[in-house]
């Protein structure tokens, strides 16, 4: 289904959208398998491939790093264009929609020269390493270290990340590491680059409900990091850490593109089962309405963004809204499969059943939605901090 663009286009942005449309109708390959199988990895690494060739794997970045110098609207336009014509998901997702915003913003001229080119193709696949056993969602209370080796020119570091996306099949990895155990919470953190293969590093698989392992335990023992590894200042990564979460939450990861394909194969869905289930016809309306309201308000985000503003503490009011309608819709989706929804594989009902097991998550990565009701509340509300002790 075709979604007109809720504001005025110029020739120039609706010649663009065109332009992806075709190119994507002619090169979007079937449905890919499981890139979180080496199968399915190396499939989706091809299709990274493909579309860097064709300039369509970083629309928003400058020429120079292989992207087209899209503007904002440009690219929520070929996210919907994308996601409309039914392309996979991207295992290059965390590497350009996480961590490059934050090379560009923080990097050095040659952390950018070394580590972006290759994130365009899939040569260089990123894993997230945020969350911690002891700390969950609480970025502040992480207890991996790092400590200085002057001799070597670098950092050591030493502990253990959990739930760690695509960590399984990625090349390289970035998080924070406490590097002044004396700071407080916030303080006292730095951010680091860090090659998964590296002497000390250890991955260790998770396998899913699906029983695919897209996330890992990774434990680091003494891991020498040099000081060209450190991305943003020594102490700085709280700062550079929010500018990740607060893209991973608000537009980068979660464009309404997805959410409008979605609502848009439920109504199809409905065309072809909702006769028996008449009592499910208000909440597929109600999806196809919040992934439009999604979408009105991402637009408003984006013209709000490019007057000057920034996503703050709105991000969390994104993430809140598209990872409940995630579970809702595809929820109402297996409903209206019936006793199909049992069924996993190539077929559409397989692909339900596989999307809905992904949408399990989204109430939990990028900082689960408890973090970000208690963010809502204090910073957009301005109500009382509340009670964070453990059970309380």
């Known amino acids: 289904m075709t979604h007109p663009a809720p504001v005025e286009l110029t020739e120039a942005e609706e010649a663009f959208r065109v332009e992806a449309r075709a190119w994507l109708a002619e090169h979007r390959p079937g449905r890919l398998p499981s890139m979180d199988t080496p199968d399915g990895a190396a499939a989706h690494r091809a299709w990274e491939r493909t579309l860097a060739e064709a300039r369509w794997s970083v629309v928003a970045w400058p020429e120079e790093y292989g992207g087209r110098d899209a503007s904002l609207t440009e690219w929520v336009l070929f996210e919907e264009e994308y996601y409309r014509s039914g392309a996979p998901t991207r295992i290059a997702q965390n590497g350009i929609t996480l961590l490059s915003p934050l090379l560009f913003s923080h990097g050095t001229p040659e952390q950018q020269a070394r580590y972006l080119p290759p994130m365009t193709d899939g040569t ?18 992480i207890r991996s270290r790092a400590e200085r080796d002057d001799e070597r020119g670098g950092w050591v570091l030493t502990g253990q990340k959990t739930w760690s996306s695509r960590a399984p099949f990625a090349d390289r990895g970035f998080g924070l590491f406490r ?12 951010y680091f680059l860090f090659p998964l293969d590296a002497e000390g590093v250890t991955v260790r698989p998770i396998a899913q409900l699906d029983g695919d392992s897209g996330f890992a335990e990774i434990f680091f023992t003494d891991v020498f990091v040099p000081d060209s590894d450190v991305l943003g200042g020594v102490g700085d990564g709280w700062r550079v850490a929010m500018s990740t979460a607060g893209n991973e939450r608000g537009l980068s990861l979660r464009a309404p593109g997805r959410f409008l394909a979605a609502a848009d194969r439920l109504l199809g869905l409905w065309g072809e089962r909702g006769a028996d289930a008449p009592h499910l016809r208000d909440r597929v309306v109600d999806a196809w309405i919040g992934a439009q309201a999604y979408r009105l308000y991402t637009w408003a985000t984006v013209d709000r963004l490019q007057d000057g503003g920034d996503l703050g503490a709105d991000g969390s009011v994104n993430k809140l809204f598209w990872s409940e309608l995630d579970v809702d819709l595809h929820e109402t989706a297996l409903e209206l499969l019936g ?22 998550g989204g109430p939990i990565y990028a900082g689960t ?24």
Not at 124 to 141: F, M, R, T, Y
Not at 179 to 190: K, Q, V
Not at 369 to 392: H, K, M, S, Y
Request: proline fraction near 5%; glycine fraction near 12%.
């Open 369 to 392: 939605n408890q973090i970000q009701r208690n963010i809502v509340a204090e910073r957009l509300l301005g109500l009382p901090r509340g009670d964070r002790r453990a059970g309380a």
């Open 179 to 190: 590097s002044d155990p004396d700071a407080e919470r916030h303080r006292g953190l730095t």
């Open 339 to 360: 006793p199909d929804q049992e069924l996993r594989g190539d077929g559409a009902s397989g692909a339900w059943a596989d999307d809905y097991l992904f949408s399990l």
């Open 124 to 141: 260089e696949v990123w894993a997230q390493a945020w969350s911690e056993p002891e700390a969950g969602s609480d970025l502040a209370g």
